[in-house]
């Protein structure tokens, strides 16, 4: 075959004799979903199935497939080959011959079929005389999860591998794209005709025309290729090119030794934290976090992410590459202890109370020195009681700045580097409120209750974090410390109701959402209630669990008057809530 020639070439070709096309695994995983399935499909029976009779041999353009040769191979008798562009292509194909041939052999007894069999069958397998992983016997090879569910298609049964366990791990059928491909095939094909299904066979394979481009190892950079080829079609996201730079060095000449441990990592590292990470933006977005970790800025997200780590790595050897994925894989359990509080549990109390208090106000830009404190607290370099005063004094900041309304911005170039600077100090949370102070965040008291008693609190796209701090001022208000069950007063409650009252415009005037106007209430009770007068609802509440709605229904007016000279009582019981840090310097 053609093997270092650009040349156009047929899937008849690319796929005879033992040859193994492998989805190096810094690329994405296969992504192609119906929309593509449902155009390959239609661009075989408009271009190929009906096209012009007079046509000798119809094909439709496939686009390229670009490659470089692998010199050391995992068995003899194997060409291999790395796929750095069209896997999407070429897996997909390689996919849908598999299903045909499936779909087919029942059919075995049928003259019109048995041409295309006899053709078919010796391009889905490779025959390798002695090779001890079932693996090599695919035509397409992908490490992403995609290789099992593929050795599944092709012979019905598990391989014997020594990545059969890890493959395990990795496959999940709910969400692999070549399960969702494979269930799409035999939906759209099965009760097919034989002759129909036997002629959309040779159109894959004598009507599909792709440009094969070979690489040179020692003149071409196969990852400039990657993505210069990839800013066409969807963009490939920061997470899957970060993937790519890391596992690129991985030459086509790298023994057998290396190339496991090369694969090892990816597959229990890298795809390992993706995994545990869920959806993909999780995932980016805690690359985002690591990577800004001690950072003059917080990281910018999509294709910057990407151009920042290339910069800060610009030379990688395989104990860098290491050394970095033991540090993405070892955050991510601190990460989503920080993300997820409520799911999560951290193993200490008063760490996991501090870290659902933040969940309410916590902001990527401040998210950087949040997981590095845990990672310290890990490593222990800072005391249980050190992080829980870091992270209660953090969540103090950024309450009482929500609270006065004063913008987020300048976060960004002080959360990411900031425990370092902590931990240069004798005392890191003695530090901290001087640092607080010296970057302008402070918010003194003053600030607090004037912005609480000239500003409304309540606006709908702040509703969590305002019925966090109603439910926060609620339980300094009941007697006896004796507290309600918070998670049934979901509601936040106007005293005086939303209905627009006589002598209001079409816009409730400030006072009406002042913090002194809102209580907390059931959601039943809200419903039955919540858009009554304060003194009908002073009839038909019996007992309210909220005593913030208590307190207020058993004023004798409720009114403008009444709503700010609530308000300022309760900005200064708000303001004894999250204290401003203590600054010694």
């Not at 390229?64 to 896997?87: C, F, N, S």
């Not at 049928?110 to 695919?138: C, F, I, K």
């Not at 039955?528 to 208590?550: D, I, M, N, T, V």
Request: net charge negative; hydrophobic share 40%.
């Amino acid at each position: 075959m053609h093997e270092q020639t650009v040349t156009n070439s047929l899937f008849a070709m690319i796929f005879a004799g033992n040859v193994r096309y492998e989805i190096p695994f810094f690329q994405r995983g296969y992504a192609w979903e119906r929309e593509q399935w449902d155009q390959l499909l239609f661009d075989l029976e408009e271009n190929v199935l009906d096209a012009d009779a007079t046509l000798h041999r119809p094909e439709h353009f496939f686009g390229p497939v670009v490659l470089l040769r692998k010199t050391l191979t995992a068995h003899p008798e194997l060409r291999e080959y790395l796929v750095i562009d069209g896997q999407q292509r070429i897996t997909t194909v390689y996919l849908l011959l598999l299903v045909l041939a499936h779909l087919l052999r029942p059919h075995a007894a049928d003259a019109a079929v048995a041409g295309v069999r006899q053709e078919l069958e010796p391009l889905l397998a490779n025959e390798l005389p002695g090779a001890t992983d079932s693996y090599l016997h695919l035509k397409v090879f992908s490490t992403k999860g995609d290789r099992l569910p593929t050795y599944r298609i092709l012979t019905g049964q598990n391989p014997r591998s020594p990545h059969l366990a890890s493959d395990l791990r990795l496959y999940d059928e709910h969400t692999n794209g070549i399960t969702a491909l494979a269930r799409y095939l035999q939906e759209r094909l099965s009760g097919q005709p034989a002759a129909y299904l036997a002629q959309l066979a040779r159109a894959v394979l004598h009507g599909l025309k792709v440009v094969w481009i070979p690489l040179d190892e020692a003149r071409d950079n196969p990852q400039s290729i990657f993505e210069s080829l990839n800013n066409r079609g969807r963009p490939l996201t920061a997470a899957e090119l970060l993937c790519n730079y890391l596992f690129r060095a991985l030459p086509a000449t790298a023994d057998a030794g290396s190339a496991r441990r090369i694969e090892e990592l990816h597959n229990e590292y890298w795809l390992v934290a993706q995994q545990r990470m869920g959806a993909a933006e999780s995932f980016e977005e805690y690359l985002r976090c690591l990577l800004s970790i001690d950072e003059p800025q917080l990281v910018e997200p999509g294709r910057a992410l990407y151009l920042h780590f290339k910069r800060r790595y610009r030379h990688l050897d395989i104990a860098t590459v290491e050394q970095l994925l033991d540090q993405l894989r070892g955050g991510v359990s601190q990460y989503l202890y920080l993300r997820f509080p409520h799911r999560y549990s951290i193993g200490d109390a008063g760490i996991r109370q501090a870290l659902q208090q933040l969940a309410v106000v916590l902001t990527p830009s401040v998210q950087p020195f949040l997981l590095a404190l845990l990672q310290a607290w890990k490593a222990q370099r800072v005391t249980t009681e050190q992080t829980r005063q870091l992270l209660e004094a953090t969540y103090g900041i950024l309450a009482r700045r929500r609270l006065a309304r004063l913008p987020e911005q300048p976060y960004a170039s002080f959360f990411p580097a900031l425990l370092t600077r902590l931990l240069t100090a004798d005392d890191p949370v003695a530090a901290f409120g001087p640092a607080v102070r010296r970057a302008g965040l402070l918010v003194p008291d003053t600030l607090l209750t004037s912005a609480l008693t000239e500003q409304p609190l309540y606006q709908p796209q702040e509703e969590p974090f305002v019925r966090h701090v109603l439910t926060c001022l609620d339980g300094t208000l009941q007697p006896g410390g004796q507290l309600p069950d918070y998670e049934h007063l979901t509601v936040v409650e106007h005293v005086l109701p939303p209905e627009t009252p006589a002598g209001f415009d079409t816009r409730p005037p400030v006072w009406y959402d002042k913090l002194g106007n809102l209580a907390l209430n059931t959601a039943d009770a809200f419903a039955l209630f919540g858009h009554q007068s304060p003194a009908e609802k002073a009839q038909q509440y019996r007992q309210p669990a909220s005593a913030l709605l208590r307190q207020a229904l058993a004023e004798r007016t409720w009114d403008e008057t009444t709503v700010d000279a609530r308000t300022r009582e309760l900005a200064q019981r708000v303001a004894r809530l999250w204290p401003c840090p203590v600054v010694t310097e």
